[in-house]
């Protein structure tokens, strides 16, 4: 698995908990890991869905243990709830989630926690209760603002951009690379589309489902190696995916790199005149990347924020 990830240019794996062995492997995992400055994330389930072994659904003992285990590995950098939004309301109200990650916490502060978390689930209301208590947002993509489904990339930039608006956090793009039980198959042209989108605007893009040496495997591997040679620096947070699969921590270009070229010039002064609008207006088809101060729409005050990083071709940007 590891030289896998390794020929994938992933820098990030999210490793879902089950049974007691996958417990069991997973110290055997962490040094192989740290060794490829490959970063772990743990996820576990939640209760309605089944019994993480272990410790099942006592989510202190897991953040407990998990603290205890980062300090001996570091790469393992954080840990998730699977799911854990269609559950809000009964059991990981904010009270809940404040006592077993404070646990964590208390035995490694650096160990992060953040919710799987849909669009649906995500209301500013859900922002406001859960202020402070989450690290991160992993967040599986599937065009809920308009039509739930794996074939429309569309509304990647939306989306992402609404939620870190709303909860002012790094929001980890989960791109669907394997069936899902509802909403089909993505195609490789698919998540290729959201891998582009996704390195774009999130903090950190993840493909859920390893796909093994198949058309998708050469998609991913392609971003994968990309994003890997870019010259910016990486992101604060390390991310991940889900079961089987592989995720990448992508390093964060300039916000005003439209193109993704790594400098910020006059094709994308040319990008950022196509969404100017003035205020109290939404972006233009909402390419929210344009909207660098959040107050949901493109103005004065971002075209200075814009000005103050352009600086010509082949230079990388100043932020």
């Not at 919710?115 to 967040?139: H, N």
């Not at 956090?169 to 993505?186: D, F, K, Q, R």
Request: charged share 25%.
């Amino acid at each position: 698995m590891v030289s896998n990830l390794v020929d994938l240019r992933a820098d990030s794996f999210e490793w879902l908990i089950v049974r007691q062995r996958d417990w069991d492997e997973l110290p055997t995992f962490l040094p192989w890991a740290q060794a490829f400055n490959i970063k772990a994330c743990v996820c576990v389930l939640p209760p309605v869905e089944g019994k993480s072994e272990p410790f099942g659904s006592d989510f202190g003992a897991w953040a407990e243990a998990l603290g205890k285990l980062s300090l001996k590995y570091p790469v393992l950098e954080a840990w998730t709830i699977d799911d854990m939004s269609h559950y809000w309301g009964t059991d990981f109200t904010p009270e809940k989630v404040r006592t077993f990650a404070e646990r964590g916490r208390a035995v490694n502060p650096k160990l992060k926690f953040g919710p799987t978390a849909y669009w649906p689930e995500l209301f500013q209301s859900v922002a406001e209760r859960y202020r402070g208590l989450f690290d991160f947002i992993i967040f599986p993509y599937r065009s809920e603002s308009s039509v739930a489904g794996l074939a429309d990339p569309s509304k990647v930039e939306y989306e992402v951009a609404t939620i870190r608006l709303r909860f002012g956090i790094p929001v980890i793009l989960m791109i669907y690379g394997a069936p899902h039980s509802t909403l089909g198959s993505p195609t490789p042209r698919y998540v290729d589309d959201c891998l582009i989108r996704g390195y774009r605007c999130a903090d950190g893009v993840v493909v859920y489902g390893h796909p093994w040496y198949t058309d998708m495997y050469e998609v991913v591997r392609r971003h994968y190696g990309d994003w890997s040679r870019r010259p910016w620096p990486v992101a604060a947070l390390a991310l991940p995916a889900t079961s089987a699969p592989l995720t990448t921590r992508p390093a964060l270009r300039s916000w005003a790199d439209a193109d993704g070229d790594g400098d910020v010039d006059l094709a994308d002064f040319l990008a950022f005149q196509k969404v100017f609008n003035g205020p109290n207006h939404p972006p233009n088809g909402c390419p929210c990347w344009a909207d660098h101060d959040g107050d949901v729409d493109v103005d004065v005050a971002d075209l200075l924020a814009f000005q103050a990083v352009l600086n010509g071709p082949n230079r990388p940007p100043r932020d």
